[in-house]
């Protein structure tokens, strides 16, 4: 069994930074591409970012494009988010998840998911 914990979540005012982790159990975590989503009230969860499992492609939702990076240290079983230059839009509870397809877009083809960690934007 895979099991995924976020950290890092807070309140931050626009325009400052704030890095989200995700540890991943289990000895098979190079095996999984990992994403990234959001989901804010009312709204349906979203892709963020992705990262293949060697770490040397990533992917963005165009929202997130040049103010987020994800990252990965296959040695650590961990997943990082950077998230620069914050806007109150980006409030949502951030989801780490892992999956084995090689779509990394939808929600769906991940089998894995975190409990989520509340991120807050404030003007």
């Known amino acids: 069994q895979v099991q995924l914990v976020e950290s890092g979540g807070g309140l931050v005012q626009a325009g400052g930074s704030l890095r989200l982790s995700c540890v991943v159990s289990?000895?098979?975590?190079?095996?999984?591409?990992m994403g990234w989503f959001r989901q804010a009230p009312g709204k349906e969860r979203e892709f963020v970012a992705a990262?293949?499992?060697?770490?040397?492609?990533?992917y963005y939702a165009d929202s997130v494009k040049g103010r987020f990076t994800i990252s990965r240290d296959n040695a650590k079983n961990t997943v990082h988010l950077q998230m620069n230059s914050l806007k109150t839009e980006d409030t949502a509870v951030y989801y780490c998840?892992?999956?084995?397809?090689?779509?990394?877009?939808?929600?769906?083809?991940?089998?894995?998911w975190g409990q989520g960690t509340q991120v807050t934007v404030s003007l």
């Open positions: 990262i293949s499992r060697s770490g040397a492609n990533s």
């Open positions: 998840a892992a999956t084995r397809a090689y779509y990394y877009y939808d929600r769906a083809r991940y089998d894995y």
């Open positions: 289990g000895r098979t975590f190079s095996t999984y591409a």
